[in-house]
């Protein structure tokens, strides 16, 4: 945590394989990379992973390239890496919804609870055994976690390029049902599209709302049966609770997950101009992951110019410098020495 965390996006973690592999002569891109090589060695900065990170690593058809950018991304990273969308949705709104029932100001996000290594990208494995006692399946169970805890990103890559190819996913296919979603419902209120994305965020992770009220019950030491019924009803509650706080402005940075995405999409269907493109979703992930945890933001001047102007001004609301230029990141970054 005494680092400085600097997020590169999936362009800027091309840019560094290529230079590193002396296919790419941009001078200030070599002069990026060696700089942030020296911040990583000399223990200052660290450059996190994220699952949308090593997801668009296997996009590159090519194993030549990506055991390349994997190399880089070990080298940077130390596989050290933030926990996936969903997981840092769940972390947020446990954090938000126990400090609030404590009484006490929400003003602080769950830093220390965000990170995990590169490797769990495939999953935590549980070990169980009905037959086994429980000190030796606790002890197979620590070994099964110190190897996958210990893997790079590289040996995943081997460990996967011997299997079938993952499964596709039309991301042309998406962007073309978000633009014509869009199309279909105009809105020229930004306050009220921020509205429908933060319901309709809330929305989808309806189940994990219905979790956090039982499982903060229960953590005080309630004991009780529920009906799906009642569940259902809890879910609602903790979503009209969200919701009217962030109507009030109460919730916007301690929720990032849901601000920074809901923010994004309004901004986008905002634009009268603009369609969603094949990455844009990916994209908005990746200001997920960056924007709350880490202290720069290295990414494409698209998203660059959207975070940082009006009517979002995220990088502000983040305190978190974001840069699409390579000398720009220099001079910035320098100051780290």
Same mark, same amino acid.
């Given at each position: 945590?005494?680092?400085?965390?600097?997020?590169?996006?999936?362009?800027?973690?091309?840019?560094?394989?290529d230079?590193?592999?002396?296919?790419?002569?941009?001078?200030?891109?070599?002069d990026?990379?060696?700089?942030?090589?020296?911040?990583?060695?000399?223990?200052?900065?660290i450059?996190?992973?994220?699952?949308?990170?090593?997801?668009?690593l296997?996009?590159?058809?090519?194993?030549?390239?990506?055991?390349?950018?994997?190399?880089?991304?070990?080298?940077?990273?130390?596989?050290?890496?933030?926990?996936?969308?969903?997981?840092?949705?769940?972390i947020?709104?446990?954090?938000?919804?126990?400090?609030?029932?404590?009484?006490t100001?929400?003003?602080?996000?769950?830093?220390?609870?965000?990170w995990?290594?590169?490797?769990?990208?495939?999953?935590?494995?549980?070990?169980?055994?009905?037959?086994?006692?429980?000190?030796?399946?606790?002890?197979i169970?620590?070994?099964?976690?110190?190897?996958?805890?210990?893997?790079?990103?590289?040996?995943?890559?081997? +460990?996967? !390029?011997?299997? $079938?190819?993952?499964?596709? @996913?039309?991301?042309?296919?998406?962007?073309?049902? %978000?633009?014509e979603? =869009?199309?279909?419902?105009?809105?020229?209120?930004?306050?009220?599209l921020?509205?429908?994305?933060?319901?309709?965020?809330?929305?989808?992770?309806?189940?994990?709302?219905?979790?956090?009220?039982?499982?903060?019950?229960?953590?005080?030491?309630?004991?009780?049966?529920?009906?799906?019924?009642?569940?259902?009803?809890?879910?609602?509650?903790v979503?009209?609770?969200?919701?009217?706080?962030?109507?009030?402005?109460?919730v916007?940075?301690?929720?990032?997950?849901?601000?920074?995405?809901?923010?994004l999409?309004?901004?986008?269907?905002?634009?009268?101009?603009?369609?969603?493109?094949?990455?844009?979703?990916?994209?908005?992930?990746? +200001?997920? !992951?960056?924007? $709350?945890?880490?202290?720069? @933001?290295?990414?494409?001047?698209?998203?660059?110019? %959207?975070?940082?102007n =009006?009517?979002?001004?995220?990088?502000?609301?983040?305190?978190?410098?974001?840069?699409?230029?390579?000398?720009?990141?220099?001079?910035?970054?320098?100051?780290?020495?």
């Amino acid at each position: 945590m005494p680092k400085h965390r600097i997020y590169l996006d999936t362009k800027f973690w091309i840019v560094f394989r290529d230079a590193s592999c002396g296919k790419d002569s941009n001078t200030s891109h070599i002069d990026l990379l060696n700089l942030v090589r020296k911040l990583r060695t000399s223990g200052k900065a660290i450059c996190p992973l994220s699952f949308s990170s090593i997801k668009e690593l296997f996009f590159q058809n090519d194993l030549a390239s990506r055991r390349a950018t994997a190399a880089v991304m070990d080298e940077l990273s130390g596989a050290v890496c933030l926990q996936p969308p969903h997981v840092l949705f769940d972390i947020e709104l446990w954090h938000l919804m126990s400090t609030a029932l404590r009484g006490t100001a929400v003003a602080s996000l769950p830093e220390g609870l965000v990170w995990t290594k590169a490797a769990y990208y495939l999953g935590e494995p549980e070990f169980h055994s009905d037959v086994i006692p429980k000190e030796m399946a606790d002890v197979i169970q620590k070994c099964v976690d110190d190897t996958i805890f210990d893997n790079s990103l590289g040996e995943i890559v081997e +460990a996967l !390029s011997k299997g $079938p190819p993952p499964p596709s @996913f039309d991301i042309d296919r998406q962007a073309m049902t %978000l633009t014509e979603g =869009k199309n279909q419902h105009p809105e020229k209120n930004f306050s009220e599209l921020y509205r429908q994305e933060i319901a309709g965020g809330l929305e989808a992770h309806h189940g994990n709302c219905c979790e956090v009220i039982l499982d903060l019950c229960k953590l005080s030491g309630l004991e009780f049966s529920v009906s799906d019924t009642d569940k259902d009803a809890g879910g609602r509650m903790v979503r009209g609770l969200i919701e009217s706080a962030v109507k009030d402005g109460k919730v916007k940075t301690t929720f990032p997950q849901l601000h920074i995405t809901a923010s994004l999409h309004a901004a986008l269907r905002w634009d009268d101009r603009r369609c969603y493109k094949r990455g844009d979703c990916e994209d908005f992930r990746h +200001a997920g !992951s960056a924007l $709350p945890y880490c202290n720069y @933001f290295l990414t494409e001047k698209s998203l660059a110019h %959207l975070l940082c102007n =009006k009517p979002l001004n995220l990088d502000t609301e983040y305190e978190t410098k974001v840069f699409c230029d390579s000398n720009t990141a220099i001079s910035a970054l320098s100051q780290l020495l």
